[in-house]
T-cell receptor, first 108, second 113 residues
Framework: KNEVEQSPQNLTAQEGEFITINCSYSVGISALHWLQQHPGGGIVSLFMLSSGKKKHGRLIATINIQEKHSSLHITASHPRDSAVYICAVRSNTDKLIFGTGTRLQVFP | EPEVTQTPSHQVTQMGQEVILRCVPISNHLYFYWYRQILGQKVEFLVSFYNNEISEKSEIFDDQFSVERPDGSNFTLKIRSTKLEDSAMYFC???????????FGPGTRLTVT
């Protein structure tokens, strides 16, 4: 069983739709990252969370430590949001443990 | 804004050859990492490095792999004798001493033929 599970694996949306991507983890963590990976392969950090909620523009990330669950929301989605979104948890030994990613495609 | 850089962006090598992947972390960062992503798979941890020592390494990081910070700015990953299964995107990351957020480089795509 994967230590970090994401759902859904693939997601398609129409421009303007509200998007939710979920992440559940089974290990002890000190923080959780949401990352974005574009087709060229580069990884960009969107958020790092250890509690509560963070917002950056149209992106919102939440985490529930007790339930070992985090969500990434995208409001008013746009085709440029199309990418793979990856949840990664910071283990108690500092390394990141990655989920398998959610491939999002937003159509105009 | 400071960023992590990696060279080369793409390396093609023959099986059995040695390769060195180079990373320049953000200048005041103290913790350094290598991760890899085989095509179509998730990103995997390879090794973490602090104070000129390996802090942690994964099962993947066997005797064929080594890391070095040769000159206080570069952070390198060496694969001594490449195998076909080493073909992957290799990401370097770094973080500062007072924060947990890791910053990723753009990756080096290694193709072993």
């Amino acid at each position: 069983k994967n230590e970090v599970e994401q759902s859904p694996q693939n997601l398609t949306a129409q421009e303007g739709e509200f998007i939710t991507i979920n992440c559940s983890y089974s290990v002890g963590i000190s923080a959780l990252h949401w990352l974005q990976q574009h087709p060229g392969g580069g990884i960009v950090s969107l958020f790092m969370l250890s509690s509560g909620k963070k917002k950056h523009g149209r992106l919102i990330a939440t985490i529930n430590i007790q339930e070992k669950h985090s969500s990434l929301h995208i409001t008013a989605s746009h085709p440029r949001d199309s990418a793979v979104y990856i949840c990664a948890v910071r283990s108690n030994t500092d390394k990141l443990i990655f989920g398998t990613g959610t491939r999002l495609q937003v159509f105009p | 804004e400071p960023e992590v850089t990696q060279t080369p962006s793409h390396q093609v090598t023959q099986m059995g050859q040695e390769v060195i992947l180079r990373c320049v972390p953000i200048s005041n960062h103290l913790y350094f990492y290598w991760y890899r992503q085989i095509l179509g798979q998730k990103v995997e941890f390879l090794v973490s490095f602090y104070n000129n020592e390996i802090s942690e390494k994964s099962e993947i990081f066997d005797d064929q792999f080594s890391v070095e910070r040769p000159d206080g700015s570069n952070f390198t990953l060496k694969i001594r004798s490449t195998k076909l299964e080493d073909s992957a995107m290799y990401f370097c990351a770094s973080r500062g001493g007072g924060a947990w957020e890791q910053y990723f480089g753009p990756g080096t795509r290694l193709t072993v033929t």
